[in-house]
């Protein structure tokens, strides 16, 4: 009798964040960046209240997005300030170099 392998890939999915489409893009939409950049705040501002390593992925994605594609200087003053706080709690939390 022929023993009968069994081989194949496995398929890991493959997440994307709901705005990164957006983002990842040389003229976004600015209030998809400021919605993000003020939930993020909120998430910061509220960290006791969830589980802040989940959003580990998230956080790291946005920022290296932002910075990588120059959005940053498309940005008002306001909301350059708040991107900062962003970037200094993943540094402080995560020690990301």
Do not use: A, C
């Amino acid at each position: 009798m022929i023993k009968k392998l069994r081989s194949g890939k496995i398929k890991l999915p493959v997440f994307e964040y709901s705005w990164s489409n957006e983002i990842d893009k040389t003229e976004p939409n600015l209030n998809i960046i400021r919605n993000q950049i003020n939930s993020f705040i909120f998430v910061i501002q509220n960290k006791e209240d969830f589980r802040i390593d989940d959003f580990r992925g998230e956080f790291k994605v946005f920022t290296k997005l932002i910075i990588r594609n120059g959005h940053l200087t498309k940005l008002e003053k306001e909301y350059q300030d708040k991107f900062l706080k962003i970037t200094s709690f993943v540094e402080e939390i995560w020690d990301v170099s």
